[in-house]
């Protein structure tokens, strides 16, 4: 055996829960195995705010907007510089509405989009992610979040 072996094998075990330390240190939303890390939008500036004026999103990121209670919670694409996937949940974080590709809106009337049922959750991120991540209606997502 050689030598380094060990030393070697120490070093790769010892990167590899660092890596995964520093992942767990994001907020995330999964699905299954595939998870997106997000930023949270809780407050109603936030919400407000929300990707307006974003003009890239890294892959695997997007935003979570957590609501005060369920309800219409319709989301439009005004000033928002990039293609979205918007991801509608209930109280159980089970989807309930998928609106994919949805594009940018520089003139008024921007079109609006929600969800027929009352959502408390919506996830946004980039186009064609949904899909990626295998997100079909009453799938349930997990959240991971800091606090």
């Known amino acids: 055996m050689s030598p380094l072996r060990y030393p070697i094998l120490s070093l790769v075990l010892m990167l590899s829960l660092f ?7 994001e907020d995330q939303v999964c699905f ?31 935003m979570l907007f957590i609501f005060p209670k369920s309800g219409q919670n319709n989301f439009w694409m005004k ?5 979205l996937d918007i991801i509608w949940m209930d109280y159980a974080r089970r989807i309930i509405h998928i609106e994919r590709n949805v594009p940018p809106c520089a003139i008024d009337p921007c079109p609006t989009y929600g969800p027929k049922k009352p959502a408390l959750y919506v996830l946004e991120v980039n186009a064609n992610h949904a899909q990626e991540m295998g997100l079909r209606l009453g799938g349930e997502l997990e959240f991971k979040l800091k606090d």
């Open 32 to 62: 299954k195995r595939n998870c997106v890390d997000v930023s949270l939008a809780q407050t109603h500036e936030a919400r407000e705010q929300g990707l307006k004026f974003v003009t890239r999103l890294e892959p695997n990121r997007g």
């Open 19 to 25: 890596a995964c330390t520093a992942r767990s240190t």
């Open 79 to 83: 000033e928002t510089m990039i293609p």
